[in-house]
């Protein structure tokens, strides 16, 4: 009875293989294990990163291979960005994107140097029809490079919905990584979000790593409405390099309190990741804590089930439990735990001296800041928060204070060239 279940097994498993014999023998992109070098949702400047990044040995003309069937929908050549970009619409409505590539397949090439040619240029992009170019599963579309804005030869791989939004390719498509370790909590800081507390800063905890899935932190004794950040990443097997995490929770007294997902960010808001990260922290330290809390104006969709936006209230002499849990996709697990004490700190607001040469700007009201041969417009929700702002006038230099400042809308401003 035994061996003839065996029998059927492997009769099955030969019959997966004649059926899909590429599929089973490499990772469908590339001959080569795929180890990453970036992942989705990563922080990057000014965007969280819209695909994964695949590492090709430090070489460039490996074979690319188209992740299923389907037709080229855009090719894209550009000194910049993703340089030789591919893009392949599939039967189900989603699409692949190859990007920094070195050149494309010879029937495909063809077709892009023709195009140059005919319109005597490099540069060029173009929306092939649906019969133009189709490509089946597992066909070489392309050879991996350098080409755009890259810092060494790689993949840039991407899946987009019926919507053209990148998800997730990692929990979005069958491409599979190989990865055990844990996420990694790196650092911890807290913020007192007190009303007026406006100049308050980043206060930094210790952390201890326990295990390698378990944290604990120093108490953290304060009082009032603070938000938590962190700091933390995630290595997979056979690399070294820090990558993006995929998930985190936070709650307090074991009662949920947020979720944080990257999974699916649209380009219209990739750029509110200033309102995810503590962007000013970031402008003066280089480092990005990620917000574990929801500010009033952040348009952000990576949030669900929240509970006071993420933020906690601490009243004096009471006990808490605070942590978070970060995740790979992979199922990875790490815990944080910070002890919570209430403890009235009585500290002073922290005001600046030359306080009266600040405007206080509400983010849904609309400025004029007139100088003496200059103007100064701000829009409504031109800020993500309130805030004291530094705009001066001096040896005919406009100066509005500095760049740690996130922007959502730029600010205009006017000269009188009456004078000149
Ligand atoms: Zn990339």
Request: no cysteine; proline share 3%; net charge positive.
């Amino acid at each position: 009875m035994r061996r003839e279940f065996i029998f059927i097994l492997l009769i099955f498993n030969s019959l997966i293989s004649q059926n899909n014999p590429l599929k089973q023998e490499k990772n469908s992109l590339l001959d080569i294990p795929i180890i990453l070098s970036g992942t989705y949702g990563e922080l990057r400047s000014n965007h969280f990163h819209s695909g994964i990044d695949i590492k090709t040995k430090g070489v460039q003309g490996l074979d690319v291979y188209s992740y299923a069937s389907g037709y080229v929908s855009r090719i894209k050549v550009s000194h910049g960005g993703y340089g030789k970009a591919l893009y392949i619409k599939h039967p189900d409505g989603t699409t692949t994107v190859y990007a920094h590539l070195k050149k494309f397949s010879t029937k495909i090439e063809k077709i892009v140097k023709s195009k140059q040619y005919k319109r005597e240029s490099y540069e060029i992009e173009f929306f092939p029809k649906e019969n133009e170019i189709s490509v089946l599963e597992n066909e070489i579309i392309a050879f991996s490079g350098n080409t755009g804005g890259t810092s060494g030869p790689h993949l840039h791989f991407e899946v987009r919905d019926q919507n053209q939004i990148p998800i997730n390719p990692l929990t979005n498509s069958s491409i599979y990584i190989e990865d055990n370790r844990t996420p990694l909590f790196k650092k911890l800081f807290y913020k007192s979000y007190e009303k007026n507390n406006v100049f308050n800063s980043q206060t930094e905890l210790k952390i201890k790593k326990v295990t390698n899935s378990l944290y604990v932190s120093d108490t953290l004794k304060s009082s009032g409405k603070i938000g938590i950040g962190i700091v933390a990443f995630d290595k997979h097997n056979r690399a070294n390099n820090s990558n993006g995490i995929f998930k985190i929770t936070t709650s307090l007294n074991n009662q949920n309190q947020l979720k944080i997902l990257f999974d699916s960010i649209s380009f219209d808001k990739t750029k509110h990741i200033n309102a995810f990260i503590d962007y000013s922290f970031f402008k003066n330290h280089k480092i990005r804590i990620q917000k574990l809390f929801i500010e009033e104006n952040n348009p952000l969709d990576l949030y669900s089930s929240n509970i006071n936006n993420g933020f906690i209230t601490i009243e004096n002499k009471k006990n808490y439990k605070y942590e978070v849990n970060i995740y790979d996709s992979n199922g990875n697990k790490s815990r944080l735990v910070v002890p919570i004490l209430g403890v009235k700190t009585n500290e002073p607001l922290k005001l600046v001296d030359n306080h009266a040469e600040l405007d206080y700007i509400e983010r849904d009201k609309e400025y004029e800041l007139e100088f003496n041969s200059a103007r100064v417009s701000i829009l409504k929700e031109t800020f993500y928060s309130n805030l004291f702002l530094e705009a001066k006038f001096e040896n005919d230099t406009l100066s509005i204070d500095k760049d740690t400042i996130p922007l959502l809308k730029p600010i205009t401003i006017y000269f009188n060239t009456d004078r000149y």
